[in-house]
């Protein structure tokens, strides 16, 4: 049971437009959300988050919505430059447990030249 | 280096053998977490540490795998009689305090099952 969902496997954007990753989750103990991004080879890095108290949260280029009625957030990358092409994994915590973090599949992000 | 460092990036075994990953955490960040990641999967959580002590662990896959945290510093990861199905990215994660949200991850031990 997939507690956040990614419905996008990939995504193309050309290089300096706006790019928007999609994410869905189920539980509505959640309170806080992540956006992590990964190169191959490496670990997860941090990239921006949100809390449920908010709906949007902005740093740089990455700005996160949240809208909590729809049990749904985005990630908009604006511009988009070829350094972004990566996995963007969306996660979330508080739903009750103490596990950490619970991911989506990841969405690939790929901005053409 | 003050990150998460994990140990070693890269481990190929035969099926049955044993197989043990390490996994060194930022100083005192006292709360350490272990996650699994396959292909086309997000990371998925195993078990989780609060300085010395296992404080779960009833996800951990299957009771060929087993994890510790001695005197609460580095954590190892066993991995006993391996499947092909173990092949897998393993991932050590720590959050430097009790509520805080960010896991910082390591780069990784990624295993591969021949």
């Known amino acids: 049971d997939q507690q956040v969902k990614q419905n996008s496997p990939s995504l193309s954007v050309q290089e300096g437009r706006i790019s928007i990753l999609n994410c869905d989750y189920t539980?509505?103990?959640?309170?806080?959300f992540l956006w992590y991004k990964k190169y191959p080879a490496e670990g997860p890095t941090f990239l921006i988050s949100i809390s449920s108290i908010k709906d949007k949260n902005e740093d740089g280029r990455f700005t996160v919505f949240l809208n909590k009625s729809a049990k749904h957030l985005s990630l908009h990358i604006v511009p988009s430059q070829p350094g972004d092409s990566a996995v963007y994994f969306c996660?979330?915590?508080?739903?009750?447990?103490?596990?950490?973090?619970?991911f989506g599949k990841g969405t690939h992000l790929i901005i053409q030249p | 280096d003050t990150g998460v460092s994990q140990d070693p990036r890269h481990k190929i075994t035969k099926r049955g053998q044993n197989v043990t990953f390490r996994c060194d955490p930022i100083?005192?960040?006292?709360?350490l977490y272990w996650y699994r990641q396959t292909l086309g999967q997000g990371p998925e959580f195993l078990t989780y540490f609060q300085n010395e002590a296992q404080l779960e662990k009833s996800r951990l896959l299957s009771d060929r795998f087993s994890a510790e945290r001695p005197k609460g510093s580095f954590s190892t990861l066993e991995i006993q009689r391996t499947e092909q199905g173990d092949s897998a990215m393993y991932l050590c994660?720590?959050?430097?305090?009790?509520?805080?949200?960010?896991?910082?991850f390591g780069a990784g031990s990624r295993l591969t099952v021949l």
């Open positions: 539980n509505s103990m959640f309170d806080y």
């Open positions: 996660a979330a915590s508080g739903g009750g447990g103490a596990d950490g973090l619970t």
């Open positions: 994660a720590n959050i430097p305090w009790d509520g805080a949200n960010v896991l910082t």
């Open positions: 100083s005192e960040h006292n709360r």
